[in-house]
Nanobody, 124 residues
Framework: LVDLEESGGGSVQSGGSLRLSCVAS????????MGWFRQAPGKEREGVAA???????SYADSAKGRFTISRDNAKKIMFLQMNSLKPEDTAMYYC??????????????????WGQGTQVTVSS
């Protein structure tokens, strides 16, 4: 069982930035594909970004050019830098990891291990 803990969420105005962090423990982090998904009230989970063990990344169209996913395998930590935030980015953001999926952002909501989430609220 993997422990994943997110932090860095908050409330910002449209156009602002946030940096989400995800710290992992108790699993072979360096071999896992990691990613972020989000869920807004009344909506389905939506994959945002993914990164494989070698650093290859993929992004949802809604995140391209604004969000950057990165990871530090030695420290077992992953980041999501979010710039130019929009009200439609408002959601609970979850980090997730899996040892079998590829780094396809659309698969992140189906990853086997995820944290408790961190809330991101963007006001207009």
């Amino acid at each position: 069982l993997v422990d994943l803990e997110e932090s860095g969420g908050g409330s910002v105005q449209s156009g602002g930035s946030l940096r989400l962090s995800c710290v992992a423990s108790d699993f072979p982090y360096s071999t896992y594909v990691m990613g972020w998904f989000r869920q807004a009230p009344g909506k389905e989970r939506e994959g945002v970004a993914a990164i494989d063990a070698d650093g290859a990344t993929s992004y949802a169209d809604s995140a391209k050019g604004r969000f950057t996913i990165s990871r530090d395998n030695a420290k077992k930590i992953m980041f999501l830098q979010m710039n130019s935030l929009k009200p439609e980015d408002t959601a609970m953001y979850y980090c997730a990891g899996d040892g079998f999926y590829s780094s396809d952002y659309s698969k992140v909501p189906y990853f086997g291990d995820w944290g408790q989430g961190t809330q991101v609220t963007v006001s207009s």
